[in-house]
């Protein structure tokens, strides 16, 4: 078996245990609150498959056969919300207990997970205290945020934060979340539709604005990741940009290529990939892109999640082709082992 | 080599495109520097009368060292052709496409003598291949 590395394995943590690596008042403020009451809501998620084994299910897997993968990338659930929160204070202060809390409790005792810095995108300075403070740490593999489209960080003082991961060589995750209370999915009557839309539209939204404002011409050396959205979106955005870029490139001044050719340069998560799908749709978005950019993520324990043989059962990649997905592909990007 | 007088060189500006006739082929005509370039008047992408559009200096960022930016403004040292249908953008220079290099006008050889300029002949392919346009997309 190959190597299995899950890029994107949700880990749980509460607040009221950051709160033990907060400073004071924050600390106070936050155990002094009903618990939950200070989180941004997600109306409507089911709840997740956090009893995979009582569900019968041997969960991600990895090369070893063990419920593992080989080294997987931790998400905390809640931190993922709190670029939603009012407060860019508490959320700053969230995200330093949170690397505080992955560089002291996580990570030392967890030998196969690595981690991402949150990065509270709404702070500069304290996003770039954060890498520089943490970029070092063992298992620190780089950074992430969320809610991208609505906060559009593509100004000057944004620079600073993308050029310290990127002297780093750490890179950039971008992990959709969405809120169905707010637009554009309060037209949606159904949970069902709002996922559905909801990530693949963050993502695309995101992935458009990034790259037309010229992003991967300014900060080039920064590999960026694509979270939880599937595939299949690539295809359209990479046409309808491409499309839109050839007849108004006075808008794009930065970029000396097609969209596209950038959108093939950056890193994609699997999750949610199905075997069931037009397999052709599929092999199309693998071809545009390339293999090569793609990494196994299981968004596990997820509800919708993904094990090793949603890509094992891509009848169309070869078997080195999956391997690099599961395994390769990560490893050469977050700096692994590339054998388990 | 064939040619045929089409205009008088101070008919020809680097501000916008000269279009003449010739056989019943319309070439349009650009001063870039010291010389004058020739393309067919038909857009590589759906065929439009690409020069008919605006020639201008493409816009261009200024960064600083931290990648922020400084300034944007037309660019002094380039000029592109922009074709008034769906706004793909050629180099007056080369007549390459600035958003992909495969895509270029038809180029058509072009001379100056004696204050009148002169082009190759349309339907005489032999005659300026190496500088033909492609529709390679």
Known sequence: MSLVIDADTHIEVSLE??????????????????????????????????????????????SDGSSEPDYWLAFPGLVLTMTFHPSVRLETG??????????????????????????????????????????DVAGIVGAFATNLPALQPFENHDMRSYRALEERRLPLGFHPVFMWTEPPLTVFDTYTAAYAYA????????????????????????????YGAGITWLNFVAHRLDQGYMRRPSEAPLLKERPSHYMRRYFYGTHPVDANDDAGYLKATFDLIGVGQFIYASNSPQWDFDTPEA?????????????????????????????? | ?????????????????????????????????????????????????????????????????????????????????????????????TGECITDRKIHLRRWKVREDDGVVYVTVPGTRAAHRGQEGSNAT
């Open chain 2, 1 to 93: 080599m064939d040619w045929r007088a089409v205009c008088r060189c101070d008919d020809v500006t680097a501000e916008a495109v000269t279009v003449v006739e010739v056989d019943g082929v319309e070439v349009g005509l650009v001063r870039v520097g010291g010389t004058i370039t020739a393309f067919e008047n038909i857009c590589p992408h759906q065929a439009g009368p690409v020069c008919d559009g605006e020639v201008m200096g493409p816009v261009e960022v200024l960064l600083d060292s931290d990648r922020r930016m400084l300034d944007e403004r037309f660019a002094a040292h380039r000029r592109i052709l922009i074709c008034p249908w769906h706004g793909y953008s050629f180099d007056v220079a």
């Open chain 1, 199 to 226: 990530y693949p539209f963050t993502q695309a939204t995101h992935l458009m604005n990034w790259i037309l404002s010229g992003m991967p011409e300014r900060i080039p050396d920064l590999a960026c990741i694509y």
């Open chain 1, 94 to 135: 969230v995200a330093t207990a949170y690397a505080r809390w992955l560089a002291n409790a996580y990570l030392p005792t967890h030998p196969r997970a690595r981690a991402m810095l949150y990065l509270p995108i709404r702070d500069t300075d304290a996003s770039c205290r954060l890498v520089d403070e943490f970029g």
């Open chain 1, 17 to 62: 245990e950051l709160a033990q690596f907060m400073a004071q008042p924050m600390r106070r403020e936050v155990e002094a609150a009903t618990p939950g009451s200070l989180l941004p809501g997600t109306l409507g998620a089911p709840p997740s498959a956090a009893t995979l084994q009582q569900k019968g299910s041997d969960g991600p897997g990895s």
């Open chain 1, 311 to 340: 890509i094992r059962r891509l009848e169309f990649l070869d078997e080195a082709e999956q391997a690099a997905i599961l395994g390769s592909n990560a490893a050469g990007l977050f700096r692994l082992p590339a054998a388990s």
